[in-house]
């Protein structure tokens, strides 16, 4: 147990989410538990983690995890370690639950982006159709997040390209996109920015400068593909030739890199496969299973095209691994840098709470209220 990588989960702390501060102790070696010294309260050492408050071993929950993270079935886990199918399930959802704020805290972060491509994937749900929309940022192979949604129409694409916005600088940016037209007008109305006149009314909304859009239309004939029509929906043609350049080592305008990341994600959810017997029974299901897969993928697998050269000082030459999140410089300052994460530190990582914020009250705030805030609020 390390006080100085534990923080206090209380929301109603000042000190909540603050690390390396001195506000948190050992209580408990025994029960591992923490006390946090400026609110008094004590927390167990897996508090925010999946573990938390689990009656089962540690490494029992990791295996499943994996093995669900993976594609193995549940029936197959559950022959193998005897357990009930609704604990199995149990995990897989507080497993996917976690890793969405996992992803929303690491992931959902702005960065350099260069190129995005876009797709979506038809699953069938009883009596209805469903539909996952995925984004993937090429350069380094990073999953950007999904969105699900019984329709597809504006509102599902329009989601999406908002995620995509969270995790993009106002930077040259390139949208290899399918024939689908939402995702022109999606793009156009999110990836823009109030201009602040100074003036009491509705601010006038500029389009974000860079934002590049090439289609790939695929032409079928029965059931095949017999060509390919690549246009430029918006921007300049020696623009995005740079930024293939740039993420992809040059080449020409395609939508290969979102479709082998949907070939991962059906191989990996059963529900996703074609022409399948199984089927999705619940939405909430397939979105925890969806941020599992993905932020597996994302943290924890390394990918065979991220591999970059490096000499060792004897003069001999080695390929060096890299996960999407290496290639993408997301690390946390608890963990090492260029780290592989395990399915165990991914489940046992902790996200810290928003930042304290003093009660609003009317008057003068009290010496009370001064204290803890210019103590823990600057």
């Known amino acids: ?36 010294h400026v609110c008094g309260k004590t ?7 999946v573990f938390y408050r689990l009656q089962k071993a540690t490494d029992l929950v990791v295996i499943v995890t994996t093995l669900l993270a993976y594609g193995c079935p549940v029936q197959a886990i559950v022959m193998a370690f005897g357990l009930d199918e609704r604990t199995v399930l149990s995990w ?6 976690h890793c969405q704020r996992v992803h929303e805290h690491l992931v959902e972060q702005p960065r350099d982006l260069g190129q995005v491509q876009a797709d979506e994937i038809r699953a069938k749900i009883q009596a209805d159709i469903l539909w996952l929309a995925m984004a993937i940022q090429v350069q380094t192979r990073l999953w950007l997040g999904g969105v ?14 908002q995620k995509v916005r969270a995790c993009a600088l106002c930077r040259p940016l390139l949208f ?20 602040r006149a100074g003036r009491a009314v509705r601010p006038r909304l500029r389009p974000w400068d860079g934002i590049h859009i090439a289609q790939v239309v695929k032409q079928y004939a029965r059931k095949r593909v017999v060509g390919i029509v690549r246009q430029v929906v918006q921007g300049s ?11 992809q080592n040059g080449g020409t305008s395609n939508v290969a890199y979102i479709e082998r990341l949907n070939a991962t994600f059906r191989s990996r959810i059963s529900v996703l496969i074609r022409r399948g017997r199984a089927l999705v029974r619940q939405m909430s299901s397939l979105h925890e299973a969806m941020y599992l897969v993905g932020t597996v993928y994302n943290f924890c697998t390394y990918h065979k095209s991220l591999r970059i050269p490096i000499y060792l000082p ?12 290496i290639a993408a410089g997301i690390t946390p300052d608890v963990l090492i840098r260029d780290h592989l994460w395990t399915v165990e530190e991914l489940l046992s990582f902790r996200v810290p709470p928003p930042p304290w914020r003093p009660p609003k009250r009317r008057g003068c705030p009290s010496i009370a209220v001064k204290m803890p805030v210019a103590q823990w609020c600057t």
């Open 176 to 195: 290899c996109v399918d024939g689908c037209k939402t995702y022109i007008q999606a793009i156009r109305r999110v990836f823009r920015e109030p201009m």
């Open 314 to 325: 004897n003069g001999q030459r080695r390929r060096l691994r890299r996960t999407p999140a």
């Open 43 to 49: 927390f167990a050492q897996t508090k925010g983690a």
């Open 237 to 247: 043609q020696a623009q995005i030739e740079t930024l293939l350049q740039r993420t």
């Open 92 to 97: 897989q959802a507080r497993s996917g639950k």
């Open 148 to 161: 699900l949604s019984t329709c597809r129409d504006a509102n599902l694409i329009g989601t999406l390209v």
């Open 1 to 36: 147990m390390d006080p100085q990588t534990a923080f206090c989960p209380n929301l109603a702390c000042p000190a909540s989410g603050q690390v390396g501060k001195g506000n948190i102790g050992i209580h408990s070696h025994r029960e591992r538990r923490y006390k946090c």
